[in-house]
């Protein structure tokens, strides 16, 4: 009896815990870390609603912004051990997983635009990247974009002396450390959720950012100044737990992909609108003053932050920097 009935839980705890894809309908939790009204946010929405709509209702998607489910290392653990199924961190989020090489894409100045990156994400060198995350349980998706970073503190940030001994909060990316280090700054590692606070109670001076990362967390409003560097990218790997999506009947498996596709060119049609946007409301806001370079300015800078890609050459290889640096041509 006692038998029957610890297999009998045996089975209920089977049902439970067996394949995602067989319950009915499949759920895709899908964390990530910004508002709802930015390029990821608004991309997230959109897969969710395609998704929904070409299944048929056979997969819910549950959007889940704000770190209000996972915070930026928390999200990757929790994709890995399968309690949420798909995420869209930052290309500077996958160090702490083991995998460096999409730091190539924090490179001061890599990318003149977004048409450059395109030819790199779409090209073999994207894909071939994309792969890297097999060996870790994952499957990449689709590569999304935010937009160009500006530099914002509480002084004016204008020459490259202006950064000597500047507290500033970093994603978890070596590339970054380095980009900050060139620059006399202190680069601080954290999550994003938590740069708000951080930058409100001074225990960093300044960050670098989207326009609309800075609008939509408020940054803005406790931070003095924001200079317009565009110096480098934040951009996204939408990611899914491998064995889920392996698991998937392949019907669904193909209309999600489809999904997919279209909310990742809807996103990224609309990315640098969102960006425009938000740098007028900042601007209306008149809360931060913003700073522009001219190009003499900005070359200062670009020189400044060009050991960069020596210290990188050292972790992610010579050749990665050259073949992403030959296919944006
Ligand atoms: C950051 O941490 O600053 C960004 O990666 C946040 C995001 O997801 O855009």
């Known amino acids: 009896r006692t038998f029957a009935i610890a297999a009998s839980i045996a089975a209920l705890a089977l049902g439970l815990t067996g394949p995602a894809s067989a319950q009915s309908p499949i759920i895709i939790k899908f964390s990530h870390v910004v508002a709802t009204d930015t390029p990821k946010g608004k991309g997230a929405e959109k897969f969710k609603e395609l998704a929904e709509k ?153 960050q670098e950012n989207t326009w609309s990362n800075i609008y939509t967390q408020k940054m803005h409003e406790v931070q003095k100044y924001i200079t317009e560097t565009n110096h480098g990218y934040i951009g996204y790997v939408v990611i899914v737990n491998k064995k889920f999506w392996d698991d998937l009947p392949a019907d669904i498996r193909d209309q999600l992909t489809k999904a997919m596709k279209e909310a990742t060119e809807f996103g990224n049609a609309q990315s640098q609108k969102e960006n425009d946007d938000a740098l007028a409301e900042i601007k209306k806001s008149g809360k931060s003053e913003i700073i522009k370079l001219t190009p003499e300015q900005n070359e200062a800078m670009r020189k400044a932050m060009e050991p960069v890609y020596k210290d990188a050459a050292s972790r992610v290889g010579q050749p990665l920097i050259d073949e992403f640096l030959k296919e944006s041509k």
């Open 54 to 206: 070409y299944t048929g209702g056979k997969v819910k998607v549950e959007v889940y912004p704000n770190s209000t489910l996972y915070k930026d290392k928390e999200e990757l653990e929790a994709l890995q051990l399968g309690s949420v199924q798909m995420l869209a961190p930052s290309n500077s989020k996958f160090g702490p997983l083991g995998i460096r090489e999409f730091e190539v894409f924090d490179l001061p100045y890599i990318l003149p635009d977004l048409k450059t990156l395109r030819k790199v994400t779409e090209g073999p060198l994207g894909a071939r990247l994309l792969k890297l995350l097999d060996a870790k349980g994952i499957t990449g998706l689709a590569y999304w974009d935010n937009g160009f970073k500006q530099m914002s503190a509480n002084k004016k940030l204008v020459t490259p002396a202006d950064y000597q001994g500047v507290k500033f909060r970093i994603q978890s990316s070596r590339v970054l450390q380095a980009q900050f280090k060139a620059l006399g700054s202190l680069p601080q590692v954290m999550a994003f959720s938590e740069v708000y606070q951080a930058l409100q109670t001074g225990v960093v001076d300044g």
